[in-house]
């Protein structure tokens, strides 16, 4: 697992922003990426398109965009991916570096089809699968599906449990099976800067991602604390020395 992370020399770190000042505010604390969503209560839904322009224009690192119509579930209609697919042809038209995406099949299989339909629209944009495969019936079985697939360069996962740190050996066995030149593995959900050190050594991962653990008094609903991404920029670069 040390190879996996060491081929960066660097923890990657990706911060979620709901606003224009959190792109600003992440980036000049030292996030890596950003990605760019509303609704962060309800787990994250696509943006406007024109907070996606302006953060696109901002922002001189990669902005990843949220697409998801709703909060009820990750299994999606023909309507629902109607909405998606302009969504996302909106999406590529402001140059958005990537789409950050996941459907499921009524069984808890990745949706395929829905994915080919993404993939038509989005043009050369990149594509995080997010938690999504956090509900999917069988994780590796899902990863398995989701790294065939040539323009999903991550997947955005806690490891099948509630909260990354709760799932150290289930994160060696992804890094295991994607090898150091594979789909990035992107911890997220209960990572924060006092667990973070010890989570990245024990785990591997060589990518994480952080909403309401660099955010004012750790709430979702406040806006980022830079203070709080300086520090953690830190103890990543020091985990990784290590």
Same mark, same amino acid.
């Given at each position: ?14 911060v ?11 980036e ?10 509303? $609704? !962060?209560?309800? %787990?994250? *839904? +696509? ?5 996606? #322009?302006? =953060?696109? @224009? ?39 570096? $990537? !789409?950050?995406? %996941?459907? *499921? +099949? ?5 949706? #395929?089809? =829905?994915? @080919? ?55 060696? =066995? ?57 520090e ?11």
């Amino acid at each position: 697992m040390q190879q996996v992370r060491r081929q960066l020399d660097r923890v990657h770190l990706e911060v979620i922003g709901t606003t224009l000042s959190d792109v600003r505010s992440a980036e000049a604390a030292g996030a890596d990426r950003i990605e760019l969503i509303t $609704a !962060i209560q309800e %787990g994250g *839904l +696509t943006p406007s398109l024109a907070l996606v #322009e302006q =953060a696109v @224009e901002t922002a001189s690192i990669p902005v990843r965009v949220m697409v998801r119509p709703h909060a009820r579930s990750f299994v999606y209609d023909q309507d629902d991916m109607k909405t998606i697919v302009r969504d996302v042809e909106l999406i590529a038209s402001v140059g958005a570096e $990537a !789409i950050v995406f %996941g459907a *499921l +099949t009524e069984d808890g299989k990745v949706d #395929e089809r =829905a994915l @080919e339909q993404v993939f038509k629209a989005a043009r050369s944009m990149k594509m995080t699968f997010h938690r999504a495969i956090d509900e999917s019936r069988n994780l590796l079985e899902a990863f398995k599906t989701v790294q065939q697939y040539e323009g999903i360069t991550d997947i955005l996962t806690s490891g099948g449990a509630d909260r990354a740190p709760e799932a150290v050996e289930q994160f060696k =066995a992804l890094l295991q099976e994607s090898g150091p030149q594979g789909i990035h593995i992107m911890a997220g959900a209960g990572l924060n800067l006092q667990n973070i050190t010890d989570f990245v050594r024990e785990s591997g991962v060589s990518y994480v991602h952080l909403g309401s653990g660099v955010r004012r008094s750790g709430d979702a609903m406040q806006p980022i604390d830079a203070a709080r991404v300086q520090e953690l920029r830190q103890l990543l670069d020091q985990a990784v020395l290590v």
